[in-house]
């Protein structure tokens, strides 16, 4: 059973820059395919970021595509998401997930197995 931890979030200020990571247990890491979901106050929960368990593999919400980079070190059992560029639009308890990498590309929520406790981002205007 994988566990996740996320950390990183924080207080920025408008067009600041936060790194979010997410250290996973276990010893089949590069097996998993790693999402990066949001959940603002009073919304639904949202697809942010993807890679596959090789790394070769990125994909972005478009609300973040190219201020969002999504990477992973797989002997470190863990998952990066640099934000840059943040608006107040992206505050939120951000989350890790995780399912077995089947060679597809997984935005909905529904598809992940294993989910973080969260980390709190607010961007301040």
């Known amino acids: 059973q994988a566990q996740l931890v996320e950390s990183g979030g924080g207080l920025v200020q408008a067009g600041g820059s936060l790194r979010l990571s997410c250290v996973a247990s276990?010893?089949?890491?590069?097996?998993?395919?790693m999402g990066w979901f949001r959940q603002a106050p009073g919304k639904e929960r949202q697809f942010v970021a993807f890679i596959s368990g090789s790394g070769s593999t990125p994909y972005y919400g478009d609300s973040v595509k190219g201020r969002f980079t999504i990477s992973r070190d797989n002997a470190k059992n863990t998952v990066y998401l640099q934000m840059n560029s943040l608006k107040p639009e992206d505050t939120a308890v951000y989350y890790c997930a995780a399912r077995p990498d089947y060679s597809s590309l997984y935005t909905r929520e529904q598809l992940y197995d294993h989910w973080g406790q969260g980390t709190q981002v607010t961007v301040s205007s």
């Open positions: 276990g010893r089949t890491f590069s097996r998993y395919a």
